[in-house]
């Protein structure tokens, strides 16, 4: 099993909440080893580069991310707006990032009609939720539209470069906020 687990409090005395992501399943790769007791192996080579990498970005001022992804090696097509993402939004894009706070149809409604669009999980884009505040309302929100992930703008290359990795390795990343 995978997942991710963390400890949210508002501070000293007002209790706090524990949460966690458990992606259930069989492993993927069948030579990893399926002994509870044996700590998983870091991967001796982490990707640094994504050549051709089909990513979709909507962000009413997504040439910042576009510029990340394109220094990467991502083929990145951008757009302003729901109505001309659901225009382009193809089984073509591995990665979706979209910021959830757009005009018209937010993230939330984006991401479910693309889990409506593509109804095979091979077949759907990665999505990940770009944000410019993180809570758990957020997350929770996330999760439940089935989202892979939420991210804390602004993105260095570096924190990009690592979450394509992981996004790409597990297809699941929220981040420890």
Sequence with gaps: MEGHI???????????TANFIVKLGYPERSNESKLPFLPKMQATHVQTN????KVLVMDDNGSVTKGLLEHLGCDVTTVSSTDEFL???????KVVF???CMPGIDGYELAVQIHEKFTKRHERPVLVALT??????????CMRV????????PVSVDKMRSVLSELLEHRVLFEAM
């Design 87 to 93: 225009q382009v939004i193809s089984q073509e894009h």
């Design 98 to 100: 979209m910021d959830v």
């Design 50 to 53: 994504f050549p051709g990498l």
């Design 6 to 16: 963390w400890i949210e409090s508002e501070g000293l005395g007002k209790g706090c």
């Design 146 to 153: 089935g989202m892979e992930g939420v991210i804390l703008k």
């Design 132 to 141: 410019g505040n993180i809570n758990k309302m957020t997350k929770e929100s």
